[in-house]
């Protein structure tokens, strides 16, 4: 089966009640274990920390050319 779209998942469901920490989890496994990855949302981190992360590990090309940073 094709995959035609990144899992979301999002972190601030696990602040929503059990009901709701439930169906995160729920969704956290099926992604891990139907896709391997998923875009992770609701984690509080402001962008600008998590593209200096992506920029330390390597994977600065296409990040700082789409927030504008890219040096040529």
């Known amino acids: 089966m094709p995959l035609e779209r990144l899992p979301v998942v999002d972190f601030s469901r696990l602040n929503a009640g059990a009901e709701e920490a439930s169906r ?3 969704g956290l496994r099926n992604a891990m274990h139907e896709v391997g990855f998923q875009y992770l949302a609701g984690h509080g981190i402001p962008q600008e920390r998590w593209l200096d992360a ?9 990040c700082r050319r789409k927030a504008g940073r890219c040096r040529r």
């Open 54 to 62: 992506i920029v330390a590990f390597g994977g600065d090309r296409p």
């Open 24 to 26: 995160f989890r729920v």
